[in-house]
């Protein structure tokens, strides 16, 4: 473990992030397939990350997508929020590389810390050390969207803001592609879980992208209910179209 690690969070989350990344590509190598590729994948990552939380933060409280939820952490004042496989349909699909590890922590009310890893990008973006965005490439604007259940109102929203949509699996891979400038915004409804866009969020924010509801509200988490059902990440630039466009159509 990197000295920094030990009691900075922001290198630490890192430091999981990337563990958990390389355990996953040595189980995609295992010759497993499918649905038994994603189960060792789930499995072998929160393994992984829950034994370098109790290791190395044993006062802190966890929320992950694959363990039980603890309530206790509603009364704690630090919460690790984790996706230990992001994009898990992606990662069965070799030699995708659109999916993730997520690992964020949350203060006293608010994202303090996150690193998304992608792995088999070699990549793994930070709080730690913030992404500068780089000058946008492209004069149309390009929307990320799920790859398997594209929201149906994105198209339409597409269709005002003159935009192309650019189709990936993982939403920390989507939220990633905005900060890399491989698209513009990112605008997701109809479910996602608080472990889906904390540590995305966190670097995003990290990195001075707009980041909200859909309709231009806080994102808060540790609450009671994981639920995260919809979020934009985009240039600052984009937000007042997109939330505008959400006011008068809604998501439906
Ligand atoms: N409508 C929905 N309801 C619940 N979860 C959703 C969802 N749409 C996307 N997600 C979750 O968000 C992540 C990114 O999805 P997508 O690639 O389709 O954008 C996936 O996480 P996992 O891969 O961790 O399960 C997926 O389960
Ligand atoms: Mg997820």
Known sequence: MPAAARTDDHAFAVWAAEQAGARLLQVREEGLEGKALKDAGDAAAQE????????????????????????????????????????????????RDDWAVHVALWVDGDLAAGAVAQPALGETFSTALP????????????????????????????????????????????????????ADAYVHAGGQYEWDNAAPVAVARAAGLFCSRVDGADLVYNKDDVQLPDLIVCRPELAEEIIDFVKRHGVG
């Open 48 to 95: 992984l990350l829950a034994a370098l939380l109790a290791e190395h933060r044993p006062e802190d409280k966890v929320l992950s997508e694959e363990a039980m939820d603890d309530k206790s952490r509603l009364d704690a004042r630090r919460v690790w929020i984790i996706d230990p496989l992001d994009g898990t349909r992606e990662f069965s699909e070799p030699p």
């Open 131 to 182: 992404s500068v965005v780089p000058p946008r490439t492209s004069e149309r604007p390009r929307i990320a969207v799920s790859r398997s259940r594209p929201p149906a109102f994105v198209e339409a929203l597409a269709a005002e803001l003159d935009a192309e949509l650019v189709p990936m699996g993982s939403a920390g891979v989507k939220v990633m592609s905005v900060v890399r400038d491989v």
